[in-house]
């Protein structure tokens, strides 16, 4: 009973200290996970790349049609990166270049990685896009590696689950002390387990907390280079057409971007107000 409540207490725990994890490894995790985030990063989008439903191949007239949309991403994407180190000088000590690659997914979405690789899924090119709204997209995906996002994330997961390494063998140990010897393999496994769990969720925890800040973040500095290449603002927002029916959380995510930048055109609030890098 008194290992059960001293876990029960150790998972509360780390669930309480997870939004304060975020902040040290905003501080402090940058400097000291760079290199490992990048190559963690790639890894994490190669296995959730496993997972999306590929679209059918093309057949015809729609493989050529695939391959301007690939090539427009990639003029596009070419102009951002350089609106990107203008706007941003000192970006390109850390993110020598970027890299725009579309992939054969089906779902419409952006992902990218901590060392400047822009993914476009396939889906994008199913909502017709007008040069301002896909040049919006591909910023917004900018504004996650510009704003060290993924650096962020990868430091709170590291620095939780060192947390849970701490307190659950300290927990073992008190537990081992008043249980019969017997039972030291079955404890051990437990808490391994338990650690694991509570590390997990705890960074999910943190970094779903984060995720607003740093989408707001993404906005602005999407906002940014958009600004910089003397886009009409306006037209982005009639430029990304309204989903209808279910959404995913990228949909929904950019659906709220657009009223935060119809808001800030009504409010005449936009500004070169760069982000830190």
Known sequence: MLEVLLKSLAILIMLTLSPFALGIANAEGN???????AVYSDMDMRMS?????NVAPCIEGECVERQQFNAHVQA????LAIAAYSVYPELQKRIPHFKFDVVEKAAAATTSTANGRIVVFRGIQELALSDEALSYVLSREMGHVIGQHHHQNIATKLMITAIASIVFPALAIISASSTAAQASTATTAITSAASSLTSFVGSEV?????????LAESDNIALNLMVYQGYDMRMVAEGIPEVSGSQTAWLKDLELSVTNLENAMHNQSIDLAQAPI
């Open 49 to 53: 790349l496993a997972t999306k439903p």
């Open 76 to 79: 596009l994407g070419e102009k």
């Open 31 to 37: 400097a000291l996970t760079r290199n490992v985030s």
């Open 206 to 214: 943190a970094i779903k907390k984060a995720k607003p800040t740093q």
